[in-house]
C-alpha cells in the first residue's frame, strides 16, 4: 500500500495535517480529498456497550473517554526520536485507487479538525462506526476499505515499527455486516515484499449482527495462501515476527460492492489476562481462522480428496476402477452454478478472486476446502433460492461428463460446515423422476458426515399417483399394488443411482433469501469390515 495511507487525517500524532478546510469542509489525505457523506448515528446502529466491560488495562476503551490507543502499553522501549501514536486513521476514497477500486467510508457525523479527527465519530457511536462504501469500478479483485492505527512515529511524522510482541496477541469487540479481517501492517518499506500489504499476515473476523469479542494469539495471523512463496524468514511464526516489527493494524472490510455498517467497540491485548484460545497448530496449520472454531476447516485427509495436497480436483476413480467406462478420463474438478437460469439472482460471495476459467484453486488453498457465503435471492424464480458446487466423475475424449459406477464408495463423507442444510445429489443421466438426494444437518463448527447410498432418496413427487376409480375392494388392491409397484421401482432406482453417478452435487438452498456460510473440506468413501458390514465410526477412522 502506498505511503498516502498513512496521511489520513487523525493519523498525525504531531498535528501535522489539518481535517477541516476553510469553510467548514471535510477534507481526506494530503493528496486526495476524502468525501464524507453525512449520515444519523441511527442508520449505523446505535449498540449497547454493556457486554463490552471495562478492565483495568486496555489499548482502547471508548466508554472510558479514549480517543487513541495506548500503543506502548507492555511495547519495547522507544527510542529519543520517536512518539508513540496509536490516532485512529482511515483509508480515504480511493485507498483500492492503484487497483482502479473508488470505495469509501461514510461516517454518521463530520470529523473533527485535530489530531483525533474521529474523536466525533467515537463520541457518536462509542466506539468507531461507519459503512464501507464498496465500490468495485475498474477492480479485478473485491473492493475493500479499512480504519486502523499506527503504532508510532519519528520525528519527521513516519511510522516506525514498534515491537509489541508482549501482547501475546490481540482482542477485538466489533458487529460488521460484513466478514473483516484483522492486518498487521509491517510498513511501506516490507511492503513491496507481500504484494504491496495485500498479503500482510492477518486474521479473519465473522459477520456479526450482534456485538462479539474475538482475541487472536499470534500465531493466528498467517500469510494467505494464495502468496504461493514467503520473503526468506517468513515461513514459520509468521505472526509473531510481525509483532517484533509492528507498524500498524488495520481492521478491513473487503467484498462483493455495497455498503457494510461496521462498529468497533474494543482493542485489548493478549497479555491482560484474557484466556488462550485453540492453538491453530493443532488444527492443521490452518491459515486465517475464526477463534470460537466457527466456520473453520481444518485440513484434514481424505481418501477421495485431501484439499491441502491436491486443491484442483476429486480423485474420483477411487475404488471404480475396475468399472470404469472405456476411454474416460477421470474429471473430479469442482464446479459452481446459481439458480439465475430459472430466475433466480442467487450468487456466491467467494473469499478471493478465482483463477483462471473461474477455478476453485484460489479458495481451496485460502480455506482449506471451498468455503464462501451462499447469497440466496429468488427474484422471479418459481423455486426456493439456491447455489450449487461439486465435482463431476468422468469426461469422454470430448469433454462431455460420462456415468461411472462409484458404488463401491459405500457411501460419500464430508467435513464441512454450513448455516442451513446441504441437500446433497447424485447427478444421473435419467431424471424423469429427480435426482436421488440426501441431507447434511446445519452446523456452525465443522463435523464429518457420511452418507450411504441407503440416505438417499428421490422427491416425494417421484411415486406416480393412482389414477383409476375406487368402487369396490378390488380397485383398493389395484390402488394398493399400484403404490408397492411405485415403492419398490423408486427403491430400485435409488440404489441403481450410485451405478450411473455422473457427479455429485452439493446444492445450499432455503426459502427465504439471505446470506448463508458455508464450508466443505475433505471427502472420504466408507470401508467394509470383515464381515461386510458399514464402519460407521467414520469420526476416528479418517
Known sequence: MNSKFYAACGAMAFGLAACSGENGDITGTSTEPNPIALISSSSVGNLSSSSFGSRTVDLWDPLAGDYHLNTVLYAARLSANEQADGHWFWEARGA?????????IVWPV????????????IDSCQGICGIADLKKGSMTMQPFAAVGFVMARDAAGNPTPVDVSDWNGVCISYTSDSDASLVLDLGDSLGTLFYDGFAFPAASLPKAVNPVTKCFNWSYFKIPSWKKENPDGWGQ??????????VGLMFRIQNEPGQYKFDIKYFGTKADGVPEVEDPESAG?????????????????????????????????????????????????????????????SS??????????NSLTPVVELCKGVCGVASLKKDASQTDPYVSLGFGIAKGASGEPLPVDISNWNAVCFEYYSEIPIRVELVVSDTSDGLPWAKLPSSRMAVKRCLDWGHFKLPKDSIAPYEGEINDMSDVTKMMMH?????SRIEEKVENAAKQTISVRLKIQDEVDGDYRFGVGAINMMFLDENGALIRDWQTEW
Do not use: C, H
Not at 96 to 102: A, C, L, S
Not at 110 to 121: E, K, Q
Not at 303 to 322: C, F, I, Q
Open 110 to 121: 463530520a470529523l473533527g479538525s485535530d489530531a483525533d479527527s474521529l474523536s466525533t465519530v
Open 285 to 345: 496449520g490452518a491459515g486465517v481462522v475464526d477463534s470460537s472454531g466457527e466456520f473453520v476447516l481444518y485440513g484434514y485427509d481424505g481418501v477421495l480428496w485431501t484439499p491441502t495436497k491436491d486443491p484442483d480436483r476429486v480423485k474420483t476413480s477411487y475404488y471404480a476402477e475396475n468399472v470404469w467406462p472405456e476411454n474416460a478420463v477421470e474429471d473430479g474438478r469442482w464446479y459452481w452454478s446459481t439458480d439465475e437460469d430459472v430466475g433466480g439472482m
Open 96 to 104: 483500492d485507487e492503484n487497483e482502479g477500486g473508488q470505495s469509501s
Open 483 to 487: 403404490g408397492s409397484y411405485e415403492a
Open 237 to 246: 511464526n509468521t505472526g509473531l515476527r510481525a509483532a517484533k516489527q509492528l
Open 348 to 357: 456466491v460471495k467467494w473469499p478471493v478472486a478465482l483463477g483462471a476459467e
